[in-house]
């Protein structure tokens, strides 16, 4: 969690803390900008009707003796502590370090400030999180985790702030829940490929009690529905989301006699590069021979893949900015519920072969 110190002290002979410094009060701004001190809380409010010159010159006080304001005198002035709380599942911070990105930038611009606790899968730690949010009074709570699956919703007194859950749902038809358009971020790298010419395409991906992997799966047979292909049950394969599981894909697909892939689809990058590596092993070009594209845009992972990675990007920081934005949005009154599911983007790098036709150095990205 995000934790704001006072201001500093020193400790006496005698042991008691003392300000090492006096801090200057509003008093001390309304005699030096020479008007009252009901004055200068309009002037640093924003509130009231001053002049120009006169807010201008209460201002220009406070700076020159490094004024704040008590946030928690303004807190109750305003009735709102310009904080919100982001309680994360993702203890590995591989997708909510991104969410929490986005939604930083958007509150910046409003001077917001954020903060952040992981409760790392822990149900009775994430109360004991809730419970500290709550005390300190923000103005919302944004709940992301590292799989978008439904979760229980956080329990919370009736109408007492608004939540988000993103790359997250809620058991509750009320919740608002932003999340990653999975089966549209599939369908994209496989109409892709076909617009590659590939034909015999595999979809290579993790457990199936994973709602991301059912989604991806839909959108990979919609997009071989749409081009009239067909789509073979031995080459849709749920299993681990691991490099491991994709290198014995490849070679079990191999193996065999009979037709072989000519490109993959894999449900994670860590899938994908599993796949790379056995293709490269067993002397099959990638993308000469097949193409490959994963899932995350897990950029470190993509980018040192051999041949560097096509994959899809969830947009996570897209994600954060939006749960900004509507989080602001309910604050202010508004009523928003439901399931959004916000656009993936493919990005086009080395292992898709788009780039042996086109010569293109850098990395494209590609939207719905």
Same mark, same amino acid.
């Given at each position: 969690?995000?934790?704001?110190?006072?201001?500093?002290?020193?400790?006496? *002979?005698?042991?008691?803390?003392?300000?090492?410094?006096?801090?200057?009060?509003?008093?001390?701004?309304?005699?030096?900008?020479?008007?009252?001190?009901?004055?200068?809380?309009?002037?640093?409010?924003?509130?009231?009707?001053?002049?120009?010159?006169?807010?201008?010159?209460?201002?220009?006080?406070?700076?020159?003796?490094?004024?704040?304001?008590?946030?928690?005198?303004?807190?109750?002035?305003?009735?709102?502590?310009?904080? +919100?709380?982001?309680?994360?599942?993702?203890?590995?911070?591989?997708?909510?370090?991104?969410?929490?990105?986005?939604?930083?930038?958007?509150?910046?611009?409003?001077?917001?400030?954020?903060?952040?606790?992981?409760?790392?899968?822990?149900? %009775?730690?994430?109360?004991?999180?809730?419970?500290?949010?709550?005390?300190?009074?923000?103005?919302?709570?944004?709940?992301?985790?590292?799989?978008?699956?439904?979760?229980?919703?956080? !329990?919370?007194?009736?109408?007492?702030?608004?939540? +988000?859950?993103?790359?997250?749902?809620?058991?509750?038809?009320?919740?608002?829940?932003?999340?990653?358009?999975?089966?549209?971020?599939?369908?994209?790298?496989?109409?892709?490929? +076909?617009?590659?010419?590939?034909?015999?395409?595999?979809?290579?991906?993790?457990?199936?009690?994973?709602?991301?992997?059912?989604?991806?799966?839909?959108?990979?047979?919609?997009?071989? *529905?749409?081009?009239?292909?067909?789509?073979? %049950?031995?080459?849709?394969?749920?299993?681990?989301?691991?490099?491991?599981?994709?290198?014995?894909?490849?070679?079990?697909?191999?193996?065999?006699?009979?037709?072989?892939?000519?490109?993959?689809?894999?449900?994670?990058?860590?899938?994908?590069?599993?796949?790379?590596?056995?293709?490269?092993?067993?002397?099959?070009?990638?993308?000469?021979?097949?193409?490959?594209?994963?899932?995350?845009?897990?950029?470190?992972?993509? !980018? *040192?893949?051999?041949? %560097?990675?096509?994959?899809?990007?969830?947009?996570?920081?897209?994600?954060?900015?939006?749960?900004?934005?509507?989080?602001? !949005?309910?604050?202010?009154?508004?009523? &928003?519920?439901?399931?959004?599911?916000?656009?993936?983007?493919?990005?086009?790098?080395?292992?898709?072969?788009?780039?042996? &036709?086109?010569?293109? @150095? !850098?990395? @494209?990205?590609?939207?719905?």
């Amino acid at each position: 969690m995000i934790v704001f110190r006072g201001p500093r002290q020193s400790v006496t *002979a005698a042991g008691r803390a003392t300000k090492s410094k006096s801090r200057p009060t509003i008093h001390d701004v309304a005699r030096l900008a020479g008007v009252s001190i009901g004055t200068v809380s309009k002037a640093l409010n924003g509130g009231g009707k001053l002049r120009d010159d006169t807010r201008s010159r209460v201002q220009q006080a406070a700076k020159q003796l490094a004024f704040r304001p008590n946030e928690m005198a303004l807190s109750l002035h305003r009735g709102r502590s310009l904080t +919100i709380g982001l309680i994360s599942r993702d203890n590995f911070g591989r997708f909510g370090l991104p969410i929490m990105e986005g939604l930083e930038e958007c509150m910046a611009d409003q001077s917001i400030a954020v903060f952040m606790c992981n409760a790392t899968d822990d149900p %009775a730690r994430e109360a004991r999180h809730l419970e500290s949010l709550l005390s300190k009074q923000v103005d919302g709570i944004v709940v992301t985790a590292r799989r978008s699956d439904p979760r229980p919703k956080l !329990e919370l007194p009736a109408g007492s702030l608004p939540v +988000i859950y993103v790359y997250a749902q809620a058991d509750d038809a009320d919740a608002l829940c932003l999340v990653p358009d999975d089966e549209g971020g599939a369908r994209q790298a496989t109409e892709h490929l +076909i617009r590659l010419g590939r034909r015999r395409i595999a979809h290579v991906t993790g457990p199936e009690a994973f709602e991301a992997v059912r989604l991806r799966r839909a959108g990979y047979r919609q997009a071989l *529905a749409n081009a009239g292909l067909a789509c073979r %049950a031995d080459f849709c394969l749920p299993g681990r989301w691991s490099e491991s599981w994709g290198r014995q894909v490849v070679d079990e697909l191999f193996h065999q006699a009979g037709t072989r892939p000519d490109a993959f689809v894999c449900g994670s990058d860590q899938i994908a590069r599993g796949v790379a590596d056995a293709l490269r092993e067993r002397g099959v070009g990638v993308p000469e021979d097949v193409s490959l594209t994963g899932f995350d845009n897990w950029q470190i992972l993509a !980018e *040192a893949t051999r041949p %560097a990675l096509t994959t899809v990007d969830m947009n996570l920081k897209d994600l954060g900015r939006e749960a900004g934005r509507c989080l602001m !949005e309910l604050v202010s009154g508004g009523r &928003l519920k439901g399931v959004r599911r916000l656009p993936c983007s493919l990005v086009v790098r080395d292992s898709c072969g788009a780039k042996l &036709l086109t010569q293109t @150095q !850098e990395p @494209q990205r590609l939207v719905p």
